[in-house]
């Protein structure tokens, strides 16, 4: 009886080691790969649809008027913010970061001084923006405009 009971106690302490060993023992992980978590820029609120205007040189269009840069370029709406782009199917979102790798030539050689030369060019309206894109880049639409070649110099002389 007397090893019966022991190992009975036996037996007990080692349920309660083990028992306390697993709900005590605590796992933690923690990886650090170095991804830089980027928060998307605020939102922007449109009343409508926006009309663009093309960026002379490029076929990059951006929406005038506003204090944000939107522009939209191949399909996709792009926003630069703090450093970073921004891509959305929409023009209001949702923005998903985009390394800076991913991001077009045509966004990242953008002429210096862009929104300047936007000024005065006549807005085009965002179906017809959403209809033409394609055919405008693939016929080369816009350089058969004398100011567009030119950037926005050249267009503000013509006007004069």
């Known amino acids: 009886m007397r090893i019966r009971n022991s ?12 028992t306390g060993f697993t709900t005590q023992s605590s796992a933690g992980v923690n990886l ?31 929406v005038p008027g506003i204090d944000a840069d939107i522009m939209f370029y191949s399909g996709f709406w792009w926003r630069p913010f703090e450093g970073r782009w921004y891509r959305a199917g929409r023009y209001n979102g949702p923005w998903t970061y985009v390394v800076g790798g991913r991001v077009p030539h045509a966004l990242m050689a953008l002429p210096h001084g862009y929104r300047d030369r936007i000024r005065g060019i006549s807005p085009i309206p965002h179906g017809q923006l959403q209809k033409n ?13 004398k100011g567009w070649r030119e950037g926005r110099e050249g267009r503000g002389k013509e006007r004069r």
């Open 32 to 62: 650090n790969i170095g991804v830089e978590v980027a928060a998307p820029p605020p939102p922007y609120a449109f009343a409508a649809a926006p009309d663009v205007v093309v960026i002379p040189g490029t076929y990059v269009y951006m």
């Open 133 to 145: 894109w394609r055919g405008w880049e693939k016929n080369k639409h816009w350089e058969q405009d």
């Open 7 to 18: 190992f009975i106690w036996v037996l007990g302490v080692l349920l309660l080691v083990l």
